[in-house]
C-alpha cells in the first residue's frame, strides 16, 4: 500500500481518498498476499461454526 503511494502528491484530501481507494482495491485483487496477511497473523478465512 505504501509502496503504491510514495512518489504520488495528492491535490487536496478528496484526491488522496481516491487514491486510497483505488490502491486498496488493487491489493483485494491479490488474493495471495491477502492470504499472507492472515496466515502471519493466525486468522483463517474460514468462519467460526455455529455454537
Given amino acids: 500500500m505504501k509502496r503504491g503511494l510514495t512518489n504520488t502528491a495528492a491535490r487536496d ?3 488522496l481518498a481516491q487514491l486510497v481507494k483505488r490502491r486498496l482495491r488493487a491489493c483485494q485483487q491479490q488474493t ?12 483463517t478465512l474460514e468462519p467460526e461454526p455455529p455454537r
Fill in 13 to 15: 484530501v478528496d484526491h
Fill in 32 to 43: 495471495d498476499l491477502l492470504a499472507g496477511f492472515f496466515a502471519s497473523t493466525g486468522m
